[in-house]
């Protein structure tokens, strides 16, 4: 969703790149070596500077948060909230690379009491023979969570679109593997998407993907706190065609720094004669749980564009003229 963000300075943007491709070797370094409160305090640093250098996005991330939250725009309240937003972001990438690399009992000791036993329904559902899609978004730390999947013995097949910045999406790939993921990368223009999803249901493994951006603006309009959003609707004929279930799975930061997983109701798209209908349906459960995880959690949701410009430009009398 890079296109959606702001664009960078040329400074800014080489310093980005440089970061990353610099600061990203040595992350992978320290992340199992050092002590965790040692890393999340170098990593607001960085987070810090990098906003410094390139302040847009926060304008969009204010604005979000206001609509989520209702704190007053400009107001000290809701700055505090985008801080902490960019903290979370930071914590992300800390925990990715140190958690992806120890052994699985050492996340398992982070996770909110030790409980992973809410995992326990999919390894019912899919020793049942069911095909599971675990449906999430980009919140708290989604990949650490297939990862925590991958390392419970639950082989997980991750559908993404590839990050702009190469490096990053090499360092996510080589922890992925730590966590024994198989990778799916798709363009959303791509029409045979489906099959490397079909040959992994083919082959027992769990489908993750996430549910909260449109990357290709071909979307469905569907309210979301209180003003339309565009949802994308791949997962849900996904589902619709193959008979999958939909899993909607959250895993989250406590206040304090440990790790919350939310595994909820699984929903069905049911194959009646109206397809889009069944998707829609579908689609409308899902945002409904969508919004109901980031009313609980909105500064971990990571959203650098304006999310409800599409359906704002909609609304404007001249929408029509200008589309």
């Known amino acids: 969703m890079q296109w959606k ?39 607001r640093r960085v987070i810090g500077l990098v906003m410094f250098l390139h302040p847009k996005p926060k ?40 958690f992806a690399q120890l052994p699985a009992e050492r996340m398992i ?23 599971i899609i675990l449906l999430t978004a980009h919140l708290g730390n989604w990949e650490l969570g297939a990862v925590l999947v991958g390392q419970a013995d639950l082989p997980v097949s991750v ?29 959303p223009e791509d029409r045979f998407a489906s099959l490397p999803v079909l040959r992994a249901f083919a082959s027992g493994r769990l489908v993750a993907l996430q549910g909260d951006r ?25 589902a619709r065609m193959t008979g999958a279930r939909l899993w909607p799975s959250f895993i989250a930061y406590t206040p304090d720094r440990q790790f919350e997983i939310q595994l909820g109701t699984p929903i069905r798209v049911e194959r009646t004669a109206d397809r889009e209908g069944d998707v829609r349906q ?3 459960a899902w945002v409904a749980v969508l919004e109901a995880a980031v009313r609980r959690w909105p500064t971990q949701w990571y959203t650098f564009y304006d999310f409800w410009a599409a359906g704002r430009a909609a609304e404007r009398p001249d929408s029509g003229a200008a589309a």
């Open 214 to 238: 449109d990357f290709n603006d071909r979307g469905v309009e569907l309210p979301f706190f209180g003003s339309p959003a565009s949802f994308p609707t791949g997962p849900f004929h996904l």
């Open 109 to 131: 000791r982070q996770v909110k009491d030790g409980d992973v036993s809410s995992l326990e329904p999919l390894r019912a559902a899919r020793a049942a023979g069911e095909r």
């Open 282 to 284: 579908a689609m409308e």
């Open 5 to 43: 963000i702001a664009r960078p300075g040329r400074f800014s943007d080489r310093f980005n790149r440089w970061a990353i491709r610099r600061g990203f070797p040595a992350l992978a370094w320290l992340a199992p070596r050092a002590p965790r409160w040692f890393l999340f305090a170098g990593a």
């Open 159 to 187: 559908v993404y679109v590839p990050d702009e910045f190469g490096e990053a999406e090499h360092y996510r790939s080589v922890l992925r593997a730590f966590g024994r993921l198989e990778e799916i990368p798709i363009r």
């Open 59 to 98: 304008v969009a991330i204010a604005r979000n948060l206001a609509r989520i939250t209702g704190l007053p725009p400009g107001s000290r309240e809701l700055a505090r909230a985008v801080r902490q937003m960019l903290h979370h972001l930071a914590y992300y990438w800390v925990d990715l690379f140190r």
